[in-house]
């Protein structure tokens, strides 16, 4: 691979805005290279939204913003059909999902038929208004936040909804250092953001992606964390049993494959280490566990479950760069 790796430029760029959130970034850029979509959990002030548009603004995309409010209907999102009585016919008016970047803020605020009406669209890519069916730019990426300290006025997300987000990340305060210059920049002139990529070359960098080489024992070791979540049992891990309800889908294992290849790339590689996927376990795994009422009571998390299984599963030792 190249010593000069885009994504380091795009980082830096976003980084004279962005303080701190190294977790969230590399994470944007893996779902963003790997055609995912992320679910960030944190409470409001800690730069979520900032951090999407100056990504938007670093590749040269669009951008739109949708605050999910309880009274959203599914066509303030995707769009709706207009009659225009000077000519006596419906014309299409395309919703803000029509975007490259689409952060959906709070959107547990919905209801869960407003959630479902981006479930098209992040898993075809496409948007069916009435008889017609309209494309989604390339690439797109969906970010969806929600607010962990408020339970009024919300909606759970449906599980086949949160299923198809490619990672869940949780964002936790800046340090005092890192706030100190969060406040320092808040009262400066904010910089002027600039692309460094435009959007054929973020394309030429996902099918690079496509070609980072995984070798098959980290395929496997995947896999074998998956079917682990649902059969404890089979690790020595019975004690779990009685805590997890579901276990993580087969879309776990493959979305863990595919966001450890984006994060190879983004690291400067152009194969995978066991590393980039145990990196990622927790953001790719976490929402897709489905805890039980017991879990709860004995303040069990997805985060402590999973970390566990890891524990108890060997990971492989592959060759760096063995084909």
Do not use: C, W
Request: proline share 7%.
């Amino acid at each position: 691979m190249d010593q000069a790796n885009p994504m380091e430029q795009v980082l830096y760029e976003v980084k004279k805005t962005i303080v701190g959130q190294d977790v969230l970034l590399e994470r944007l850029l893996v779902a963003l290279l790997a055609g995912g979509h992320i679910l960030v959990e944190g409470v409001p002030g800690l730069a979520k939204t900032l951090a999407v548009k100056s990504l938007a603004a670093a590749i040269g995309g669009q951008f739109h913003r949708v605050q999910f409010t309880p009274d959203l209907v599914p066509a303030d999102i995707v769009g709706t059909r207009v009659y225009h009585q000077r000519t006596g016919e419906f014309q299409v008016s395309l919703g803000p999902v029509f975007t490259n970047l689409l952060l959906a803020d709070e959107i547990n605020r919905a209801p869960a038929k407003v959630q479902s009406a981006l479930l098209e669209a992040m898993q075809e890519l496409q948007v069916t208004i009435g008889r017609e069916t309209h494309l989604v730019p390339r690439p797109f990426l969906v970010m969806a936040t929600q607010n962990p300290i408020e339970s009024e006025g919300t909606y759970p997300l449906p599980e086949a909804q949160v299923d198809r987000f490619m990672m869940k990340v949780l964002v936790d305060y800046p340090s005092p250092t890192e706030e100190f210059v969060v406040v320092e920049r808040a009262i400066a002139p904010p910089p002027a953001g600039q692309p460094v990529v435009d959007l054929d070359q973020l394309a030429g960098m996902q099918s690079r992606v496509g070609q980072v080489y995984i070798d098959p024992a980290l395929i496997e070791y995947s896999v074998t964390l998956a079917n682990a979540t649902r059969r404890p049992d089979d690790i020595g891990l019975a004690k779990l049993g009685r805590y997890v309800t579901f276990g993580a889908s087969p879309r776990a294992s493959i979305n863990l494959v595919l966001a450890a290849r984006a994060l190879a790339f983004v690291r400067g590689r152009d194969y995978a280490v066991p590393r980039d996927l145990t990196d990622l376990v927790l953001d790719v795994f976490r929402h897709r566990l489905v805890l039980s009422y017991e879990a709860l009571t004995d303040d069990v998390t997805a985060d402590s479950v999973l970390t566990q299984v890891m524990a108890a599963v060997p990971v492989p030792d592959v060759p760096q760069g063995r084909r």
